[in-house]
Each structure stands twice: as structure tokens, then as C-alpha cells.
């Protein structure tokens, strides 16, 4: 299948190309390339990289241009080729670390061009910012790297010496880059240029073993040959004394009193050789003179291409003007000693000068050179290789389709390269079949899909249809047909070569996201792009995200530490005082102690670790501990049943009216759906595209949908419901988009009429931004049928408020309604189709509970632009602040400012109006008129104020993609998933995001808030918002999630068993309704004939305690909740040694995965993990091996416990028929140590010696097959 590297592969073996590579390989020199659009820059950068066998360094005047013509370069030649060297965050002079995301593709680059043996060399692509900020000296990363090769010989004492002087930090479990672990004679570390940790396993002094693993799962991946540790840091932390020297001659005499603290207590860490967030600010102390640039590290014969550099040189004086301005406020302030080193170079410092040029420059310009420059660059040409810029459709799809056959037809390549890449084929064969070409498909069309993970993307094919149902005789009012635009023939067209011929097909469509299309005669070759065909880029980032894994029970105990709240399912609330060893008889185990009231304890074997869970209550209170002995935790856990089944049925009542009611079947996707979605801007990720197939099938069906979106701020949860309106109006059906408030109405309003525009319907909206005149015609024509999708607050739920005939409710945010109006919409809920979308994270463990009553899709993937918020937690600094909101000013961004109080809140304003002259500051909070609330939070959106200082009212409902700062004063005071919605405001665009939580330095922090303020630092995945919920019911407790009336409840039992009660109660009852529907079909099909809109008759309201008739009584035991318990006591010292797991946490996470294991070859695999994690087990972990692996088979074979005395083995059960004794007879007939009774074997210990734990599980095996 032909891909865009044909297209390369055609311009490198142009002749003209090939004679420019010529010249470029001679010597080093300056030279002009024009003219050539920056579209067509790529392609040829990709053909030249083919041509030339060094590495190419492509340097571009901004980080997102940077960005983009990575994604491009990685169309047109081999990905892997192309390594993207970003710049870090922080600008000069502030105290700010890079990222390790920044950190790590820094230094992958910087090994990548001391490896060059292997060939294809890389194509690195840096903004010119990246370029000035130093890095490591070529002798600085030499020193600093290990080699590793399986079977050298190494000391691994010297290798975590080595370790912790790079900057290395130790940690139980290796999850990070820049982490090391050491248990026994196993390494893992993580290189921060690694794409995976690194396990390393020793036998003595040699490296005996070398494999990458899943940080997630833990276990090992490849086996490696060899690898690089390179440093964790771009600063050298190993020369710690050349630094401390020079910091000690500087003059700080002039620091104010409070920044002078703060320098010296900075620089104790740094002689402590602690992590500190700021310590990239001291850098240059480390640096050997000024470090280096990357321009180091080229080899001689390296190519360096500037795009335009008149751009570049203008964005490296900015930066300068800007970091000196910087610089002499500070120092005037008394912020910066005066005889700081600059920390960056100058253009005229980094680049190489014209005199003495050290590798060949070649300035890509869209300008044609004439004569020789002034600036040294000498003119190339690219003779007949001329790019011309193509047509554009602007989302025309039928135009761009006549355009394309017309083209391709003619004998003309046509390459589309495009995210609607099926639709587009489809589009070009209907138009084929049209004009009587069935044959020459094959020989006209080829598409591929060019971009990762794409493949199986292809959009059903449709009929073709004027128009959509319920929209008949509508389309002449917004759609014409325009005539498609003619081919612009190309000159050169009679004379193709050889080269152009490797263009296979006359038209290829690729399924890719590219930067810009031309057209180039000299190839009889026009490419179109997202650009040309909507108007925008549609983006795809480079690398591909890891799929994070979902959360499970055991992530209940994960970091459980002594003194933590925990539940025994069956003795009640307990505190967890650690893991201890005990001696009962001759045999040693591990067990969990658990305090109850009055200094009551018991020991929990850590092969039960499954019966205790972390509790998690409903508000911040500690819980009572229960009294051992008497019935306290029996009558908690009866009334919980009670309160469970009540709300179960209060579920089950709704989804069986549902279930029984025939709504509206809405018929399946037509040609303007298609066209619909084909015009998104942006690329959907797999998540979104479930919910939409979801939402599809939910409203193709006769009974009423009532499907939850949940999904992050910004994942694309309003495209979803944008669909769903059109797939309704379509049908002829009205919409009504509720929404919690007015700015929010605003917002969705101005969506849905952009992205509709195209179509003949009409969408209105209700709020106080409409007079009342407005509001009263709008109502009327909605009564007529007149408007199809009404937007609006609560105020849509009013009584004159008539549709003609609803179909869908689009309900944002429920949980911020009142009760009156979610009684309404609970009432909506049986009559029409009901889609709800919410940010707020749920647990999933309750989304669990509630399967098959609520639908409901998850849109956890961020989209694919996104990137991380980057997240400090830092005591207030006037500096700091200013800082953050002057970086976003200058990148002509906006920040939020959240500070909850509002009768301070406009002292802050001023306060940040003295700090920050320039910036535009706005005010808002609650109490505020509705009408000037609104008046500020639209002139915000609009642009009009770069700061908003607000209280929480910004948590949800506003979307503002320019707003990429967010700044928490005081944040100990919020609850984590309040802190993660607030985020979640910023970082809704590809520009990186910055949230700071600030808190007063001189005031204590709660361990609590100390909590939520490391969780959400932790939090910084895309997606995280699932993590972030069940960290904040550790944290915070459940509060109102289930309702206040449920709270008591989940506070006595704790949410972990309340949830699986609620799942074991609604199960039950879902199964009572469904054969109740069931029942009343059968009955509905034998009756006489009905009218097709006739209702099923009401369903019988289940019940859990009334026993009605036609509903079976509940049984909620919440043993079986857990793994059946098997008594076993064997003569084996079992247990995990401290020796073999140091760390509790880790090891009690490995006794809850060993609890998990239910079978032989799931105890096996366990082996495998833990022998590859920790190596080879010493014999206390082998017997709990063996332990495992009987209590397995015991379980499978109905074992009810096995018993070791001093002269024998009893293994009991329930039933031994008489056939299984038979056959145990049969085959151990010869074995006098062996006795058969009715319930009952026994294993003679005497005779069996050593041999007794092959002979039990044989027995055990046969058992089980029986």
C-alpha cells in the first residue's frame, strides 16, 4: 500500500534535489534555500535526510512550530528517525525545574548523537529556545554514562554509589524516570532518556541478566544485550563542591531579608544533596564556564536548517530583551545577586560565525534570494521543484470530491491526506459510479492509513441520500451546489520521469494529519490537507500513550500505612498497626494486626488479606472502632442491608419502566451525519468514539436511553451530545441541552451553532442574555416545531415550556441541578431519551454497583494534542505570582486566579494589580448580581481580561482553551477532587498547561491536606480523574455521593462493603425485572393484536424485604463477597522475609496479589512475577508458594479445611461420594499411608516423610478432576 514516503522517494531522486544534497554534503558552509513554503518544508527536509547520511538538526523559531513539523516529518519518513528537542518550561531566572518529560527528550537526543553507528541517522527538530538553554558538555554526559553489557562484571555497590552521586533516587517501587531499587541481587532503575525501566540481575559481581519491564504490571519485557544510564539531570550534580565554591563568592549582600533566607537554606539542600523544586534555577554553579548547546554535540558533517532565519534571530532577542527586563527587576528588588550568571546564551554565542562555519547552515526561506546576503547565507535553488499553493474547499466535501475526480481522471496524482480518510474514499468512488468509472476504482483510488493505531477506524458505508430524514425540503435553504473547481494543468505534465512514476495510483487518500498541501508541477502532484479541506489542522503529537490501567480492589490496600482506618469484613472496623511475625507451634508466618476498641486485637494471616479493606467513610470524622465480642458490627451491618436494598429498588424502579416502554427507535446514520462528523476539527480517541457508537445504539433501540457520559474537563463529551442531537433532529425530533448555567448556555449555544451551520435547522437558546421578547418568541416557535435544539438553563423545566415533540434531553452536570428539577428529569427518564454528561470522576468500583441499570461510557483518553498540566505545590510568593501570570501574558494567554473568600477577594485583585501593572484583572464570585456574573465571565471568555480572580464558581461549566495558568491560593483548604476539577479548567488546548497550589509557609499543614496536595501533584496523567475519586474518598470520605440519607450507612460499614452489597442487591433485583419483561412479552405475543405504540404493562415494583408476589426475597451475605476461606494448617514456615521485600507496603501488595491467585496456574504465574521482580524466593517464600498453591486446589476441589497433627494430615469435605472414593482407592491402593472415610482422608506423616506435600497435592488434583 503506497504511503507519503513514496512522494519522498520521488523528490530525493529528482535530479534537481539530488544535486543540492551535492553540494550541502561538500563542506561546511551558508547557503539559501528558496523559495519554499513552509508546507513543502518537510517533504523535502525528509528526502534531503535520505540524501545525506549525517544527522540533520532543523531548528524552528517557536516550541509549537517545533511541534508541528516533528508530526509532519514523522508522515513523510520513518518516525522513529525523528526525536523532537524541546525547551524547558522555565524562563530565565526563574525557580522552576524542567519536567522529566522535557528532561528525558533532551538527553534522549544527546545519546542519540553519541550512538551513531547505526543508520538511519536522526532528524532533530528544536526551537530555537532549546537551542540557547545549555546542557551538558560532550565530556560532561562521557562521564556521566554507564555502558552496561550482559556478562561484564560489575559491583553493584559501586554501581548505586555511582547511582545516587548522578542524582538517582531510591524508591521501594521503580515507577518513575530517575528511580533506582535495589532488593537482593536485582537492580531496577529508569534512565531518564529510557523509554522503560531497566531490570538488572546480578550473579555475584556479574551482570548476569538485563531486561526492560512495565512499570505498571512490574514485570520484565525484552531481554537487552546492552544499555545507557545516562544522568537523570542537565545538571552536573556530581561537581556539588565546584558549585557550593562559587555560590560562596557571591556577593548577596543586597538581598532582601527573606529572599537571603531563602538563598541560604536552598543552598544547604544543595550541600545535602537534597531534591528541591527550583534547583535547575543554580545551574550555572555546576556548569563548567557556560555549559554547552546541543551544537556540541553534532558530528562535523551534521547539516543545521534554520526556517527563515530572520524569525529565528527576532525570537532570540525577545527572549533576551525579555529575561533582561527579568533580570534588573530582580536585582533591583533584592530578588537576584547582581553578579548572577546569565543562564542561556546568545544567538551570536550558540550559532557558529560566518567566517569559521564548524557545519553546513542552510536557511529554508519562503523568500527567493537574488544576490549574495549580507548575512554570509549563499543562494541554492531548487530548480524545477516548485511548490505553488492549491485550491481550498472549506469543509466544501463535494466540491473538494468533484475537484479530485476531475484531477485524478485527467492523468494528474492527487494525494489527500486527511483524518476523514474512509468517508473521503467512499465520497470519491460514489462520484466515480456517478460518472459510469465502476471499473477504474482500483486503478484511481488507494488509501492507507498512514498515522499509528488507525487501522481499524473505517466508517461504514452508506446509501446516498439528498437528504435526512425529518429535514426533507429544508436543505435548499442552506446548501447550494458549487460547481467544482477545474485543474490548474500542469506544464510539466507531458514530461513526468521516473521518479514521479513511483506514485502508483492517481489519487491515494492517507489517513494522517499533515500541516499544509501544494501543488507541484514538476511531479504533475497536488496534495491536500485538513488545511485546505476544513480551513485548520487537525493535530497528532508524536509517541504514542501508554493505555493506563484500570483500578481494581486491591487498590484499597495500596499504600496502606500504620495507624490507617481499615474493615474486616467480618470483625469490623479496625486500625492497621502493621505487618508482624508470630510463632504459633514450631511454624512462623506473617500476619496483619488489627486494634479494635479497648485494646482488643486480632491477627489476620496474610492468606486472608482479602477480608480487610481501607475504610473509607463519608466525611472527615474517625470512625468508631468496633468492640470485639459483641453484636455492634452485626447491627451496623444488617441496617446497611436494609438501606442497600431500599435504594436498589429505588434504582430498579426506573430502569423497569424503561425497560417495559416503547419509546422512539431512531433510525440509523444518514449522508448528513456522515458529513457531520467529517467535519469535526479534531481527532476523536477511541473512548470518544465508543461513547458516540454507544449513544448511537442506546437511541436505535425502542426503549428510552438514560446513558451517563463521564469524562475529564475538555475530553470531548459535548461532540458526543452534538451527534446525538443531529442523529435526532434528523428524525425530526426536538432537542432540549440542559445546563447548570448561563455562561455555560453561552458556550454550548455558540458549539452547536458552529459546527451546525452547515445544515438547514435551527438552534436557539433560553437564558438572560436573551430580552424578554426574545425568550416569549422563541418559546412559541419551539411549540410549532419551529426550533429544533433549545439550549438553556433550569429555566427549559418550566411549565411554558411546550415542545412539539421532544425527543432527547441533553442533560450537563446533573448533580448541580436542585431536587425539584431532578425529579423532572427522573421523570424524563421513561418518556424520552435522556444523555447526561458529567466531569466529576466517580468510582468506578460504584460504577461497578450500579452495571446494567445506569449506561454508562467512560471517556478517560485525553485528547490526542494534550498535554499534561504541569503542577507545583509551593509556599505564596509575590515573585513567584508574578512570574506565572507574566509567562502567560506573554504567550497571550489568560490565567485564573482562585481565592475562596470573597471579602478579601478584592484586596488580592488589587494586590495583584500592584504586582502586575500591565495585566487586565477581572473579579468574580457568587455574590455577585446573576447579570454582572455573567457580564464578567463572558468578557473573560471573550478575551478581554487576562486575569480572573475568582472564587470556586470556576470549577465547572466554563471552557476557556485560552486560559492556560491556574493559580490555588491557600489550596490545603480544598478537597482533591475539588482541586482536580479546578485544574482541570487550564490545559484545555495543546499549550502546556501550568497549575499552582499554593499554601502559607508559615502556617502547619494537616496530614490531610498534605495528602491532597501530593495526590494531585501525583495526578498529572491525562485521564487521571478516576485515581483522583478513590484517592479523595481516602482522603476526604464519600460525603454526598450517594445521597445524604446513605451516608450513615457507608460511614458504619465503610464504602468498600457498602458498594458490594449495593452490586449484590441490584443484581438480584436486576434479574427479577428482566424475567418480569420477559414474562410480559410472552404474554404481550400470545395476545390479540395491539397497536404498534401499545405499552407493556407496568411492571411489579420489585422489593427486597416485602417478599411481593412475582419478587423473591434478597439474600445479601456479604461473606461471599471474598474468596471462600479454606482452613489449612501445615507444617510450613510461610511468609515473605523482610531480607527478600524490605518494604511493607510493597510486600503487603504482594501478599493481596497471592490472596488473588484461585488457581494452580494463576499461583504459577504469581511465581514467575515474583521471582522476576525480586528474584529467586528463599525457602519461607517458596513454602508460601506451596501454601498457595494447595489452598487452590482445595478450593477447587470443595475442601473445607486440612489439618496437620503430629502423626497425621486430615483433609475434610462437605460430601466424598462414593465414586471419588473409589477412584482415590483405585489409585493409591498400595499406599498404606493413605485412609479413606466418608467425609474424610488421612495422610500418615510418619510414613509419608518429606514426601507429603507431592502427595497432598496429588490427592488434591484428583479431588478437584472428580
Known amino acids: 500500500m503506497p504511503t507519503l514516503s513514496q512522494i519522498t522517494a520521488a523528490l530525493a531522486a529528482h535530479p534537481d534535489l539530488t544535486d543540492l544534497a551535492a553540494t550541502l554534503g561538500c563542506a561546511a558552509g551558508r547557503w539559501r534555500v528558496a523559495p519554499l513554503p513552509a508546507a513543502a518544508r518537510p517533504p523535502i527536509v525528509a528526502a534531503l535526510a535520505q540524501l545525506l547520511d549525517a544527522p540533520l538538526l532543523y531548528l524552528l523559531p517557536s516550541p509549537d512550530a517545533a511541534l508541528r513539523v516533528a508530526e509532519d516529518l514523522g508522515q513523510w519518513c520513518d518516525a522513529e528517525r525523528i526525536l523532537l528537542y524541546p525547551a524547558a518550561d522555565a524562563l530565565p531566572y526563574e525557580h522552576m525545574s524542567p519536567g522529566n518529560q522535557v528532561l528525558a527528550a533532551r538527553l534522549r537526543v544527546l545519546h542519540a548523537l553519541h550512538t551513531l553507528e547505526a543508520a538511519p541517522k536522526p532528524i532533530i527538530v528544536a526551537p530555537v529556545k532549546a537551542l540557547l538553554q545549555p546542557t551538558l558538555t560532550p565530556a560532561e554526559l562521557a562521564e556521566a554514562t554507564l555502558r552496561l553489557q550482559r556478562g561484564q562484571q560489575l559491583n553493584q555497590d559501586a554501581l548505586l554509589r555511582a547511582l545516587v552521586t548522578l542524582g538517582y533516587r531510591s524508591h521501594p517501587t521503580v515507577e518513575q524516570q530517575g528511580e533506582f531499587v535495589r532488593r537482593g541481587d536485582i537492580v531496577d532503575l529508569w534512565p531518564l532518556a529510557a523509554e522503560l525501566p531497566l531490570r538488572l540481575e546480578f550473579f555475584g559481581d556479574e551482570l548476569d541478566n538485563l531486561r526492560c519491564f512495565d512499570p505498571e504490571t512490574q514485570r520484565s519485557a525484552a531481554r537487552l544485550a546492552s544499555a545507557l544510564i545516562g544522568p537523570p539531570h542537565e545538571i552536573p550534580l556530581w561537581k556539588r563542591e565546584t558549585a557550593l565554591a562559587r555560590l560562596a563568592e557571591l556577593d548577596c549582600s543586597a538581598l532582601r531579608p527573606e529572599a537571603l533566607a531563602e538563598w541560604q537554606e536552598n543552598i544547604a539542600r544543595i550541600e545535602h544533596g537534597l531534591r528541591f523544586e527550583g534547583r535547575a534555577f543554580y545551574a550555572p554553579f555546576f556548569r563548567a564556564g557556560s555549559g554547552a548547546t546541543l551544537l556540541a554535540h553534532l558530528p562535523a ?167 435526512s430524514r425529518g429535514l426533507e425540503g429544508r436543505k435548499q435553504e442552506v446548501v447550494s451546489r458549487t460547481d467544482a473547481s477545474t485543474s490548474r494543468v500542469s506544464p510539466h505534465a507531458s514530461r513526468i520521469t521516473h521518479h514521479a512514476s513511483r506514485l502508483t495510483h492517481p489519487f491515494q487518500v492517507h489517513h494522517a494529519t499533515i500541516d499544509g498541501g501544494w501543488e507541484l508541477p514538476a511531479l504533475n502532484l497536488v496534495l491536500y490537507s485538513d488545511v485546505e479541506i476544513f480551513g485548520l489542522r487537525q493535530r497528532r503529537p508524536l509517541g504514542q500513550r501508554r493505555k493506563r490501567s484500570g483500578e481494581d480492589r486491591s487498590a484499597f490496600l495500596r499504600g496502606l500505612k500504620v495507624g490507617d482506618y481499615v474493615v474486616h469484613i467480618e470483625h469490623g472496623i479496625a486500625r492497621y498497626n502493621g505487618l508482624i511475625r508470630r510463632t504459633v507451634g514450631e511454624i512462623e508466618r506473617e500476619y496483619l494486626v488489627l486494634a479494635y476498641a479497648a485494646s482488643d486485637k486480632i491477627y489476620v494471616p496474610v492468606d486472608q488479606v482479602d477480608r480487610v479493606t481501607r475504610y473509607i467513610g463519608s466525611g472527615d470524622g474517625e470512625p468508631t472502632l468496633t468492640r470485639l465480642g459483641t453484636q455492634d458490627w452485626e447491627r451496623a451491618k444488617r441496617k446497611a442491608r436494609a438501606a442497600v436494598e431500599d435504594m436498589a429498588e429505588e434504582l430498579l424502579k426506573l430502569y423497569a419502566q424503561r425497560q417495559l416502554k416503547h419509546g422512539h427507535a431512531f433510525g440509523p446514520d444518514g449522508e448528513w451525519q456522515h458529513e457531520l462528523e467529517a467535519a469535526f476539527p479534531f481527532i476523536e480517541t477511541d473512548d470518544q468514539l465508543r461513547a458516540v457508537g454507544d449513544v448511537k445504539a442506546d437511541m436505535e433501540q425502542h426503549i428510552p436511553m438514560d446513558r451517563l457520559i463521564c469524562g475529564d474537563v475538555g475530553f470531548g463529551k459535548t461532540e458526543v451530545a452534538l451527534r446525538a442531537a443531529f442523529k435526532a433532529v434528523q428524525d425530526g425530533k426536538q432537542v432540549a441541552v440542559l445546563v447548570p448555567t448561563t455562561v455555560l448556555a453561552q458556550q454550548h449555544y455558540d458549539t452547536f451553532t458552529k459546527r451546525l451551520a452547515a445544515f438547514p435547522l435551527r438552534v436557539q437558546m433560553l437564558s438572560r442574555f436573551r430580552s424578554t421578547k426574545e425568550q416569549d418568541e422563541i418559546i412559541r416557535a419551539l411549540a410549532k416545531g419551529q426550533v429544533d435544539i433549545l439550549i438553556g438553563t433550569h429555566r427549559l423545566l418550566s411549565r411554558d415550556v411546550q415542545f412539539r415533540d421532544l425527543g432527547l434531553v441533553i442533560v450537563d452536570e446533573e448533580q448541580r441541578f436542585g431536587v425539584r428539577h431532578k425529579e423532572r428529569l427522573k421523570q424524563l427518564r421513561t418518556e424520552v431519551d435522556v444523555l447526561t454528561l458529567t466531569a466529576t470522576p466517580i468510582p468506578r468500583t460504584l460504577h461497578m454497583a450500579m452495571a446494567g441499570i445506569r449506561d454508562l461510557s467512560v471517556i478517560d483518553t485525553p485528547p490526542e494534542d494534550r498535554v499534561p498540566i504541569k503542577t507545583y505545590v509551593l509556599p505564596y510568593s509575590d515573585q513567584l505570582i508574578r512570574e506565572a501570570i507574566e509567562r502567560e501574558i506573554e504567550r497571550e494567554g489568560q490565567v485564573y486566579f482562585v481565592h475562596n473568600r470573597v471579602h478579601s477577594i478584592y484586596h488580592i485583585a488589587n494586590r495583584l494589580r500592584g504586582l502586575i501593572p500591565e495585566a487586565r484583572i477581572a473579579v468574580g464570585h457568587g455574590q455577585m448580581a446573576d447579570s454582572e456574573l455573567e457580564r464578567v465571565m463572558l468578557a473573560f471568555f471573550e478575551g478581554r481580561y487576562d486575569v480572573l480572580v475568582s472564587t470556586t464558581i470556576i470549577e465547572s461549566g466554563l471552557d476557556v482553551p485560552n486560559a ?303
Request: aromatic share 6%; glycine share 6%.
Open 301 to 467: 558533517n551534521a547539516t543545521v536548517l534554520l526556517s527563515e532565519v530572520q524569525f529565528l534571530v527576532q525570537h532570540a532577542t525577545a527572549l533576551h530583551d525579555h529575561a533582561a527586563d527579568q533580570r534588573a527587576r530582580q536585582i533591583e528588588a533584592g530578588e537576584l545577586p547582581a553578579a548572577f550568571p546569565r543562564p542561556y546564551f546568545l544567538w551570536e554565542e550558540a550559532m557558529p560565525p560566518a567566517t569559521q562555519p564548524a557545519c553546513t547552515l542552510v536557511d529554508l526561506s519562503n523568500n527567493a534570494p537574488t544576490t549574495m546576503l549580507e548575512d554570509g547565507f549563499r543562494p541554492l535553488s531548487l530548480g524545477e521543484l516548485q511548490f505553488m499553493p492549491p485550491e481550498l474547499f472549506g469543509g466544501q466535501f463535494r466540491r473538494l470530491v468533484e475537484a479530485i475526480v476531475t484531477r485524478s481522471t485527467n492523468g494528474q496524482h492527487v494525494v489527500a491526506v486527511t483524518n476523514q480518510a474512509a468517508r473521503l474514499q467512499e465520497l470519491v468512488e460514489q462520484a466515480l459510479s456517478e460518472r459510469g468509472l465502476e471499473g477504474r476504482k482500483q486503478e484511481v483510488v488507494s488509501r492507507t492509513d498512514a498515522s499509528r493505531g488507525l487501522e481499524g477506524r473505517k466508517q461504514e458505508v452508506v446509501s446516498r441520500t439528498d437528504a
Open 964 to 1266: 492556560n495558568t491556574i493559580i490555588i491560593d491557600d489550596a490545603t483548604h480544598y478537597g482533591l477532587a475539588q482541586l482536580y476539577q479546578l485544574r482541570g479548567r487550564v490545559g484545555r488546548s495543546s499549550n502546556r498547561a501550568y497549575a499552582y497550589l499554593l499554601y502559607k509557609q508559615d502556617k502547619p499543614m494537616t496530614p490531610e491536606a498534605q495528602a491532597r496536595l501530593e495526590a494531585i501533584q501525583e495526578a498529572t496523567e491525562l485521564g487521571a480523574g478516576f485515581r483522583v475519586a478513590m484517592r479523595d474518598l481516602e482522603i476526604r470520605g464519600t460525603g454526598n455521593l450517594l445521597g445524604s440519607e446513605q451516608s450513615g450507612h457507608i460511614a458504619a460499614i465503610g464504602f468498600d462493603l457498602y458498594t458490594r452489597l449495593l452490586e449484590q442487591a441490584v443484581g438480584q433485583l436486576k434479574q427479577q425485572v428482566d424475567a418480569q419483561r420477559n414474562t410480559a412479552k410472552a404474554i404481550q405475543r400470545e395476545a390479540p393484536a395491539q397497536p404498534a405504540n401499545a405499552e407493556l404493562p407496568e411492571p411489579t415494583k420489585p422489593s427486597g424485604r416485602s417478599g411481593t408476589k412475582g419478587s423473591a426475597k434478597l439474600i445479601l451475605n456479604e461473606k461471599i463477597l471474598v474468596s471462600p476461606l479454606v482452613t489449612l494448617d501445615l507444617p510450613l514456615t510461610a511468609y515473605l522475609p523482610t531480607s527478600y521485600i524490605s518494604d511493607d507496603q510493597v510486600r503487603l501488595a504482594v501478599y493481596q496479589r497471592m490472596v488473588e491467585a484461585q488457581t494452580s496456574a494463576e499461583v504459577r504465574a504469581l511465581r514467575n512475577e515474583i521471582e522476576d521482580r525480586f528474584g529467586p524466593p528463599p525457602a519461607e517464600a517458596l513454602h508460601l508458594l506451596i501454601w498457595l498453591q494447595i489452598k487452590a486446589l482445595a478450593l477447587q476441589a470443595g475442601v473445607s479445611s486440612i489439618v496437620a497433627t503430629n502423626n497425621e494430615f486430615t483433609i475434610r469435605l462437605p460430601v466424598l461420594s462414593e465414586s471419588t472414593r473409589e477412584r482415590l482407592r483405585r489409585n493409591y491402593r498400595r499406599d498404606s499411608a493413605i485412609k479413606i472415610g466418608p467425609q474424610f482422608l488421612r495422610l500418615d506423616r510418619y510414613h509419608l516423610g518429606e514426601r507429603w506435600i507431592e502427595k497432598l497435592i496429588s490427592i488434591l488434583e484428583v479431588l478437584k478432576s472428580s
